[in-house]
């Protein structure tokens, strides 16, 4: 047979060179297609932390000029209506979350989880509060400071505040005789006095302010109890999971309007102090040396401890746990960041009913930032006075700011348990007034950094528990290989 011709095609030089050269479009193409979908995947976030950013440029921005309070007012309103429905929403989230959450385990993982997550929160409040000690003792703040320790409380009525009353206020608390009252009163001791110095008399009284405690409690038995019974109350347990999808599903709404709220807080906290520059530059040491403990505990010491429990990388917990961190820095509440909290880590791949169960309890007893801030504050405010502290003294206080912040969740700035601190070690509480001039900007930090431990711990939790008798235990997954998105 004879062979196929070929044929040859020859291409000038100048065709060639005439030829316009061709733009790889498809790769620009799918770059920004990858873009546009990372942009809308984490829209929110984006909204967050620029919100923050906006919410500070406007605020110091806005200083130069003079505001007229009622414009004042409307620059906080936003913020205030934000915050007024996020709490609203906190109750009916606790209340569905953990009892849908715990009703669906067996009642020995429940019981496991529950009594180990207690054990983690007691185990990173201590640190914490060794830390700040360790830093304020090393720093001295106080000693180096000029400040005028001689001014006056505005409007806190301290008293003699004792310890064992507020150990025993925590316990009523946590079993409060009804539960409808808990949701609006919480048990406080009162004190009369005819001046100062004399005690008269002191009463167990219910003042203002949500019963957390007690709803926790009350919520975690419910939820055990449901668990034992199983299948006999399917019903209940099947209308607790339909009210926990309700009351999620209408907070992801609410969550879009979150970047107005916090600029609107944000910029509002900035134009509400009078001497912004003076404050910091007077309270430059003690705001470092608190901010640095706080810092040490979230970098290291918290990463360091997740590490050891889980031998895992802690890198996906932060990236999990940025969008609560930013709505936690912008509202001051972890409150208003539970329910983020929550949804990030079942779309990290954490069980939800673990995701549902440690999150909340976490609201009210995870007190590693108040505990820390309260010791330094306390230390502080010695040195200022030339006050030496004994080992008793520290010990004394590192135990009280640790017990006393896990009861008052609701009580701003952590103030009526820094009087008892004072008063537990002999100190003049009337130089809290000193400190609370930059604790608008100390609260949203270490706020912020509860709700990122809040993350570490239920992540901890959800490798070191088994919640589900059917399947192989496959412990943490990994967020950096997780295929869903963030909140939308």
């Not at 507020?166 to 946590?174: A, H, K, P, Q, V």
């Not at 944000?266 to 705001?287: K, M, W």
């Not at 103030?415 to 509480?429: D, K, W």
């Amino acid at each position: 047979s004879s062979p196929r011709p070929v044929n040859i095609t020859i291409l000038s030089v100048d065709n060639v060179a005439d030829k316009p050269p061709q733009h790889n479009t498809s790769a620009t193409c799918e770059t920004t297609r990858t873009f546009g979908n990372a942009l809308k995947k984490n829209l929110l976030l984006v909204l967050t932390i620029s919100s923050v950013i906006a919410g500070i440029v406007l605020g110091l921005a806005l200083r130069s000029t003079t505001l007229s309070a009622t414009a004042l007012q409307l620059i906080n309103f936003p913020g205030e209506i934000f915050m007024q429905v996020l709490k609203m929403m906190v109750l009916p989230l606790i209340f569905t979350s953990i009892i849908s959450s715990l009703s669906q385990m067996e009642s020995g993982s429940a019981g496991r989880m529950g009594l180990m997550t207690l054990a983690y929160y007691a185990t990173t409040a201590i640190i914490t509060s060794a830390i700040g000690i360790f830093f304020v003792t090393m720093i001295q703040p106080g000693r180096s400071s000029s400040l005028p320790h001689s001014a006056k409380m505005n409007s806190l009525s301290t008293g003699e505040i004792e310890p064992i009353d507020t150990f025993l206020d925590l316990l009523r608390n946590m079993f409060p005789d009804n539960i409808f009252k808990a949701t609006f009163q919480r048990i406080t001791t009162k004190y009369e006095h005819v001046n100062r110095s004399e005690l008269v008399n002191k009463e167990v009284v219910d003042g203002p302010g949500t019963n957390i405690l007690g709803v926790l409690v009350f919520c975690t038995f419910f939820g055990l109890v449901t668990s034992r019974l199983g299948e006999r109350v399917r019903v209940v347990i099947d209308l607790f999971v339909a009210l926990e999808a309700i009351i999620m599903g209408w907070i992801n709404v609410l969550m879009w309007f979150a970047p107005i709220g916090i600029l609107s807080l944000i910029s509002g906290n900035l134009l509400e102090v009078d001497d912004l520059a003076g404050t910091f530059q007077t309270l430059a040491l003690y705001v470092f040396t608190v901010l640095l403990g706080l810092f040490t505990h979230i970098l290291i010491v918290t990463p360091s401890l997740f590490f050891l429990l889980t031998r895992k990388s802690p890198l996906p917990v932060y990236r999990t746990m940025i969008q609560p961190f930013m709505i936690a820095f912008g509202t001051a509440s972890s409150g208003a960041a539970l329910p983020t909290s929550i949804f990030c880590l079942e779309e990290s791949g954490v069980d939800s009913r673990i995701a549902n169960f440690v999150p909340p309890l976490g609201n009210s007893i995870n007190v590693d930032g108040n505990a820390l801030y309260e010791a330094v504050a306390v230390i502080f405010i010695a040195q200022l006075n030339n006050i030496h502290l004994s080992f008793v003294n520290v010990i004394t206080i590192s135990l009280t700011a640790t017990l006393a912040s896990m009861g008052s969740g609701s009580v701003p700035a952590g103030l009526v348990t820094m009087v008892l601190i004072l008063n537990t070690v002999g100190l003049p509480v009337k130089d809290i007034s000193i400190i609370i001039t930059v604790d608008w900007l100390i609260d949203r930090i270490r706020t912020a950094i509860n709700v990122m431990g809040d993350g570490f711990a239920t992540c901890v939790i959800a490798h070191n528990v088994n919640v589900d008798q059917n399947k192989e235990e496959n412990g943490y997954r990994e967020v950096a290989n997780q295929s869903k998105t963030h909140i939308v």
